[in-house]
T-cell receptor
Framework: GQQVMQIPQYQHVQEGEDFTTYCNSS?????IQWYKQRPGGHPVFLIQ?????EVKKQKRLTFQFGEAKKNSSLHITATQTTDVGTYFC???????????FGKGNQVVVIP | NAGVTQTPKFQVLKTGQSMTLQCAQD?????MSWYRQDPGMGLRLIHY???????DQGEVPNGYNVSRSTTEDFPLRLLSAAPSQTSVYFC????????????FGAGTRLSVL
């Protein structure tokens, strides 16, 4: 089955610094989605990318979909304490009714 | 507009007991799904449904049953609870088109003793 892998699994980030988290798929994806889960909460949709090489920005967050549509990245600049949580990527293949989630990247922000 | 509602929020079961986790959505979404979340394992798909009367297995279906008699409701049944089913369970819904963007409920935290 389709697999989506995320690296790193854990990150400690100093407040004010930038960091990047990566997502890789074993197969070509029709789309990639990113979610954020705050501690004790539920996953919340952030963004979806569908085009090869697509880049989207949300304030301090930059999302990129690879040219081959097999990888994606999330880059956060000037990290704030509100960025703490686990970031998941998820993808599906063309015509696939199942969304495969990565194991997540748990981010701890050091004040 | 409540979104996705899950009940109960917390539950403790004894091994061998059965129970149903409830999930309801009011967004008229065709697609509904159940995930379990365990430390270090991410979100794993248990069962999903693309519409009323249609269900299919996900990645980890064993020990769970589902049915979809209406568009709004998608209950998850644990037939005979085992300690390995201790987990956080999330229900989600989405439109069938547009990439299956998932809207999650608040979750049910289940402990099986």
């Amino acid at each position: 089955g389709q697999q989506v892998m995320q690296i790193p699994q854990y990150q400690h980030v100093q407040e004010g610094e930038d960091f990047t988290t990566y997502c890789n798929s074993s197969t070509t994806l029709s789309n990639i989605q990113w979610y954020k889960q705050r501690p004790g909460g539920h996953p919340v949709f952030l963004i979806q990318l569908v085009k090869s090489g697509e880049v989207k920005k949300q304030k301090r967050l930059t999302f990129q979909f690879g040219e081959a549509k097999k990888n994606s990245s999330l880059h956060i600049t000037a990290t704030q304490t509100t960025d703490v949580g686990t970031y998941f990527c998820a993808g599906s293949g063309s015509g696939n009714n199942r969304l495969a989630f990565g194991k997540g990247n748990q981010v701890v922000v050091i004040p | 507009n409540a979104g996705v509602t899950q009940t109960p929020k917390f539950q403790v079961l004894k091994t061998g007991q059965s129970m149903t986790l409830q999930c309801a959505q009011d967004m008229n979404h065709e697609y509904m799904s159940w995930y379990r979340q365990d430390p270090g394992m991410g979100l794993r798909l248990i069962h999903y449904s693309v519409g009323a009367g249609i269900t299919d297995q996900g990645e980890v279906p064993n020990g769970y049953n589902v049915s979809r008699s209406t568009t709004e409701d998608f209950p998850l049944r644990l037939l005979s609870a085992a300690p390995s089913q201790t987990s956080v369970y999330f229900c989600a819904s989405s439109y069938q088109i547009g990439g299956l963007v998932q809207y999650f409920g608040a979750g049910t935290r289940l402990s099986v003793l």
